[in-house]
């Protein structure tokens, strides 16, 4: 399950690289796999991301505004975050896994 946010963040990530069409193509493939499924933003999505916000705000601990989105989508369908960003484990509603990416 891949929330709407981070395919947002996909694309945008596409248009500043230099292989956008291709990018495009290989994200198209995986998103028809019948294992794939977007999830998309609502009413409760908002209140897990007020939740979020309001605890991080309380602690003094900010993160990107997306990944608020991210971490609430996660909250609401009950997923863990699979991630290289460290600032997901500020969100103690939501499981992270982190992942290390050598850049």
Do not use: K
């Not at 945008?12 to 291709?22: E, P, Y």
């Not at 007020?50 to 309380?58: C, D, H, P, T, V």
């Amino acid at each position: 399950m891949i929330p709407v946010t981070v395919l947002g963040e996909l694309f945008a990530g596409f248009h500043r690289g230099g292989r956008a069409q291709r990018n495009h193509e290989e994200l198209d493939r995986f998103r028809r796999s019948p294992r794939v499924r977007i999830l998309r933003l609502d009413e409760e999505t908002a209140a897990c991301y007020a939740e979020i916000l309001s605890g991080l705000r309380e602690r003094g601990t900010p993160i990107p505004t997306n990944d608020i989105w991210i971490a609430a989508s996660a909250m609401q369908a009950g997923l863990r975050v699979v991630t290289s960003d460290r600032h997901f484990q500020q969100v103690p509603q939501v499981a992270v896994e982190s992942l290390d990416v050598a850049v």
